[in-house]
Structure formats: C-alpha cells, structure tokens
C-alpha cells in the first residue's frame, strides 16, 4: 500500500502570510494526488486534482506543485476563511489513502 | 448542479447490518466512478471503497473487505454501501464522492456501532 506521510500536523499563521503544507509519497503516484479542505462540520472540498490543477471555483491564490514523489499546496496569502484541516489524497492505486491532515489555523 | 444525498445510516449492534445509499443528480451518473469515505469522529479521512462506471472494477479498503460491499444501480443515479458484521470501529460518518479525485461529496451519514 502508498502510504502518503503529511507534514505539518498543525500549523498557526498570520492573515496574508504564505503557507505550504506537504504529503510524501512512499513511491511514485505520479500527478494522482488531490488536496481538500475540510472546515469544521462540513465535507471536504476539493483544492487541487492532478497535483496542480485548481478545482473549480478555488481561489487562485490556492496552488499545487509536485517535486519527484513530494506534493505541496500552497496558500499564497492566507485568509481568515481559509481555517481548516487539509488532506491529501493519492489515487494511483488502491487502496487510496489519504495524508493524516493538516490543521490550519490563524495565529 | 451535482448533487450527491447519503441515506441510511443510525445506531446499529456490533454484528447487526445496514445499507447505505448515495442518490446523485445534476450529472450522468452513468459515467462516473463512485467512492465511499468514511471519517470517524474527531478522526481523519479513510477510503472504504470504489467502484467504476460500469462496476466493472470494485476496490475494497483492507479493514473492510469480506464485510461491505459497494455496488451501483446506474438506472436508480444510487451508489449503494450494504455494511454487514459491523464493529464499533465502523462507527463513523459515511461520505459518498465522486469520481476519482472525489470532486465532489455528499453531506455524510452517519453510521453509530454500539450495543
């Protein structure tokens, strides 16, 4: 099984600082990673599919990167609206398996 | 607008079944893979399962496999999870998805294993 390791578990910024948030693969999955955010007491949503493309109706200030078998998301200027906890998601193989999540927060 | 409606779920006795149903509109559902995610109180993200367009392909999680099984009535826009030999660690909010990046997800259902 891809074991998908997500880094930081927990992170606290300032409004319009830049934030990245990082989910290692334990072998190559290609562009078959997906972010979301989920805010509390809802479903998660969809940021980012194909490692960098941006899901309809996502700020433009959310992106996607990949380097090697290492995915980012970055938040260029983060925004009270953007609290949260973020997966990662890798779907090359099943079984899918999702990042243990990043809770974001404003400091 | 697509929409995806879980239904189903309650309080059930470990050992007891119970089938989960994922009503999809506002696009051909016919023509999309379908998941289940489950996500247990206070807990993150697991995939349950997969099925394809056509059901030709079926993926189970490993902590549910032999106990749940996924299918799809294409005619009926339902994705189907029928739960059987449940455990309290089932306890969790059920989520059907979309496709394979799970564009888009149902509001949950929540499935409570205790006796």
């Known amino acids: 099984d891809i074991q998908m390791t997500q880094s930081p578990a927990s992170l606290s910024a300032s409004l319009e600082e830049i934030v990245t948030i990082t989910c290692q693969a334990s072998?190559?999955?290609?562009?078959?990673l997906s972010w979301y955010q989920q805010k509390p007491g809802k479903s998660p949503q969809l940021l980012i599919y194909g490692a960098t493309s941006l899901a309809d109706g996502v700020p433009s200030r959310f992106s996607g990167s990949r380097s090697g078998t290492q995915y980012s998301l970055k938040i260029s200027r983060l925004q009270v609206e953007d609290i949260g906890i973020y997966y990662c998601?890798?779907?090359?193989?099943?079984?899918?398996?999702f990042g243990s999540g990043t809770k974001l927060e404003i400091k | 607008e697509v929409q995806l409606v879980e239904s189903g779920g309650g309080l059930v006795q470990p050992g007891r079944s119970l089938k989960l149903s994922c009503l999809a509109s506002g696009f051909t559902f016919s023509n999309y893979g379908m998941n289940w995610i489950r996500q247990a109180p206070g807990k993150g993200l697991e995939w349950v399962a997969s099925i394809s367009s056509s059901s030709s392909y079926i993926y189970y999680a490993d902590t549910v496999k032999g106990r749940f099984t996924i299918s799809r009535d294409n005619a009926k826009n339902t994705l189907y999870l029928q739960m059987t030999s449940l455990r309290s660690e089932d306890t969790a909010l059920y989520y059907c998805?979309?496709?394979?990046?799970?564009?888009?997800w149902g509001q949950g259902v929540m499935v409570t294993v205790s006796s």
């Open positions: 072998q190559d999955i290609g562009n078959w």
């Open positions: 998601l890798q779907a090359y193989s099943a079984p899918l398996t």
């Open positions: 998805a979309r496709h394979t990046v799970a564009d888009y």
